[in-house]
């Protein structure tokens, strides 16, 4: 039986495929894993500040009551746990100090999100603090909850 091979254009086109696909499985890993960390970080920054207020926080009608007490660090602590999960590597080759170590399978969330913690960071120290001033109210209420017309 004769063995039919393929011609030299072909095998290269199927290269260039295989190599383009594996370039976007890594690219939407590393934007799906910086997404993951951005998306948790911002979900539990209420909760975290909710906790740190403690007892001084003006309760509202829907809360967790006393439980969050107990509830909310174990949300922070849930979510440091998945930030440190979705900051690994994905591949050995990923760890800067191995011998196999190659920029293409570093797993880049934790520079995207440092540096946008970084950015905002710096002009929240710069600009934001001293021209925020808070909500500001545009609609007045009387004392039966109704609003007042002007």
Request: hydrophobic share 45%; charged share 25%; proline share 6%.
């Amino acid at each position: 039986m004769a063995t039919t091979e393929r011609p030299v254009e072909s095998q290269a086109d199927d290269d260039s495929r295989r190599l383009a696909e594996l370039a976007y499985k890594q690219d939407l890993q590393r934007a799906s894993s910086s997404f993951s960390v951005g998306l948790s970080i911002a979900y539990v920054l209420p909760v975290y500040l909710r906790w740190r207020k403690g007892d001084d926080f003006r309760a509202r009608p829907w809360t967790l009551g006393r439980k969050y007490e107990w509830i909310n660090p174990a949300a922070c602590l849930w979510v440091a746990i998945c930030v440190i999960i979705f900051v690994l590597p994905q591949a050995p080759a990923g760890v800067p100090w191995r011998d196999e170590f190659d920029w293409k399978y570093v797993n880049y969330a934790p520079t995207t999100v440092g540096g946008l913690i970084l950015i905002v960071g710096i002009w929240w120290l710069v600009r934001a603090r001293h021209t925020v001033t808070g909500p500001v109210r545009n609609i007045e209420f009387d004392a039966a909850a109704g609003v007042v017309e002007k």
